[in-house]
């Protein structure tokens, strides 16, 4: 690849709606229902609290929101959160001299999200390709279950593709992301809608459609069960035809069964299992604080994003006027209208046809919902309606694997070009004007988080039962890599933990960005009590709650405790690193870790 000695800069090309589209397309909702559903249903008895965990979420992210758009106002540029440390500090009359600490304190902690972000989008792609592939192929895989060999293979070469984008530059990111933010919210609209009209026509007591997770069907009958022994107990199995199908219960007549839907909200085992909600209202409450905590240490995973356009001020034609709207006006959209939307529809439609507890054993619970909802609509078609739902999905992630690429290579561009980091990473491409050896980095570091991700996807609460593993389609692709059921209970699940070591460096970096943007204004003509101390105070307390819920919550018997912990583990060795880090480079340059000079 082409470098030029001298410096190569970006140029503003980035409009107000390329800067929107960019950030709108990082937050997804049509790819994260999808992804995140799983993960949220596996936090043990705190499912019922899903809804009201994302708009605690979500008012987290617009208190950060708004300190980012009012930084982005004063100090336009390449780097986010890392750059505005740095200037709010410089100019700051008694602190400028902590800028250099401050600004690599930042930048080092927002690469524990930007860095493993991506990551977690490569696996779940995967688990998504694995789910789509048993589908079309159960013979070959099965789809609540697919191969790790085959997710792992996924998640490698998706990398490697959407870095390329990447590695071509930001406009043709930019015409890539308003395609796919158009077709992902309409096809999201259209499922939520069907889920909230098959739930109000399938009143408790009517017949309606119940899922099988074998056939990866729906039925609108009972099945038939025979007695059989499973592990030394005499258990009911349903009885199945040579292609796997669920044969029906027959009446006296020899007709089959209808099945009768009910909404009762817990089952009968010891302790209670949450199964469904039996009212809208149910949906919406809080049930439990600390259920809402732990739901919302996982749903910022699906609300990050917003302050992604802020990393391309220096691509932007009008970054001080355009900016600052497109961070808020992104997370407006997708967060306080799609989300809430798509994830009530989604759990308004919960039943006994399809609990919550099958939902937890199941790589894609909505890919199986549209599949019920489909076959209710459309007599029989739901396999084609998920398919075609599925589509837009994975442009989805195409588009939000990309946006997170974009914005954690120009992070690491910033500083590169301050030796922050190794200085090659702080060039352009001389042709694409792209940070092309951060974006093939982070391509490489997806490529291994991705993996690793997909290493336990059913550990801990989510652990197969010994005769669904037995039942797996046999084939290196299909089941190499699963377990027996005590050994995947004893791990923790690798998807979970990942994705919330991700979440703590986003409730990290959100938290330093609320202090520095109080930082940036104090003392300044323009402050604001409300926007530039109020509403950041909130940002730094919400953000700490959140971070307090991974220590706390799991001694109370609140979600798990295994993954939490790791991933705290895994931002503790990344810390001790950054400071190693930060002391040995200090001394190599010559530097010192105080500021001498505002120049």
């Keep these: 690849m082409a470098e030029n000695t001298g410096e190569v800069k970006m140029t503003p090309t980035l409009g107000l709606t390329g800067l929107t589209m960019n950030a709108m397309a990082l937050i997804a909702p049509g790819a994260f229902l999808w992804l995140t559903f799983a993960p949220q249903a596996t936090e043990g008895s705190t499912a019922p609290s899903m809804w009201i965990g994302i708009v605690f979420a979500l008012l987290l992210c617009l208190a950060t929101a708004v300190c980012y758009a009012e930084m982005a106002k004063l100090y336009p540029g390449t780097g986010s959160s890392y750059y505005f440390a740095e200037q709010s500090f410089l100019n700051h009359d008694k602190a400028w001299k902590y800028a250099r600490l401050m600004k690599f304190i930042v930048g080092w902690g927002s690469h524990l999200y ?42 490698i070469v998706f990398s490697f593709a959407v870095a390329y984008i990447a590695h071509r530059g930001v406009n043709g990111s930019t015409a890539v992301s308003i395609a796919i933010n158009v077709i992902q919210i309409s096809a999201l609209i259209v499922f939520a809608v069907m889920a909230i009209g098959y739930r109000m026509s399938h009143p408790p007591g009517s017949e309606a459609w119940q899922f099988d997770s074998v056939s990866g069907e729906g039925y609108n009958y009972q099945f038939a069960t025979t007695s059989q ?219 291994i988080f991705g993996v690793i991700a997909l290493l336990m996807l059913f550990g801990d609460a989510g652990a197969l039962p010994d005769a669904t593993i037995q039942a797996l389609p046999h084939g290196f692709w299909s089941s190499v890599g699963y377990v027996s059921h005590d050994t995947m209970a004893k791990m923790p699940n690798s998807l979970l933990t990942i994705t919330l070591a991700s979440n703590f460096g986003t409730f990290l970096l959100y938290m330093l960005s609320c202090v520095t943007c109080i930082f940036c204004y104090k003392g300044h003509p323009n402050y604001s009590f409300l926007r530039h101390m109020l509403i950041p105070l909130f940002g730094i307390a919400a953000n700490l709650i959140c971070m307090a819920a991974y220590i706390v919550l799991p001694f109370m018997g609140y979600g798990t405790k295994m993954e939490p912990f790791l991933a705290l583990g895994i931002a503790a060795v990344w810390g001790i690193y950054g400071g190693i880090y930060f002391l040995r480079t200090s001394k190599a340059t010559g530097r010192t870790t105080l500021v001498t000079s505002r120049t």
């Design 229 to 447: 022994t499973v592990n030394g107990t005499a258990t009911d199995v349903i009885t199945r035809d040579a292609n796997m199908v669920p044969q029906p219960k027959l009446d006296a007549a020899g007709k089959p069964v209808p099945y009768i839907v009910g909404y009762d909200m817990y089952d009968t085992s010891t302790p209670p299992v949450f199964q469904a909600h039996p009212n809208a209202k149910s949906v919406v409450a809080i049930h439990n604080f600390n259920w809402m905590f732990v739901q919302a240490t996982v749903a910022i995973l699906i609300l990050v994003g917003f302050e992604s356009v802020t990393a391309m001020g220096g691509e932007a034609k009008n970054a001080k006027r355009d900016v600052p709207i497109a961070v808020i006006t992104s997370l407006l959209v997708q967060g306080a209208f799609c989300y809430l939307f798509e994830y009530f529809a989604a759990n308004y439609f919960l039943n006994s046809g399809y609990p919550m507890s099958t939902a937890t054993g199941s790589s894609a619970p909505i890919g199986d919902m549209m599949i019920m909802v489909g076959d209710a609509l459309f007599h029989g078609h739901g396999r084609a309606f998920m398919l075609i739902e599925a589509v837009t999905v994975f442009l989805a992630l195409i588009g939000t694997t990309l946006s997170c690429i974009n914005t954690g290579a120009r992070v690491t561009y910033a500083m590169g070009k301050d030796a922050e980091v190794p200085e090659h990473f702080g060039m352009l491409h001389e042709k694409n004007l792209s940070p092309h050896r951060a974006i093939w980095a982070l391509a490489v570091i997806s490529a």
């Design 114 to 155: 930007y860095w493993i972000y991506p990551g977690v989008m490569v696996a779940v792609t995967g688990v998504f390709c694995g789910y789509i592939t048993g589908t079309l192929w159960p013979n070959f895989m099965s789809a609540a279950n697919p191969g790790p060999m085959f997710m792992m293979l996924v998640a």
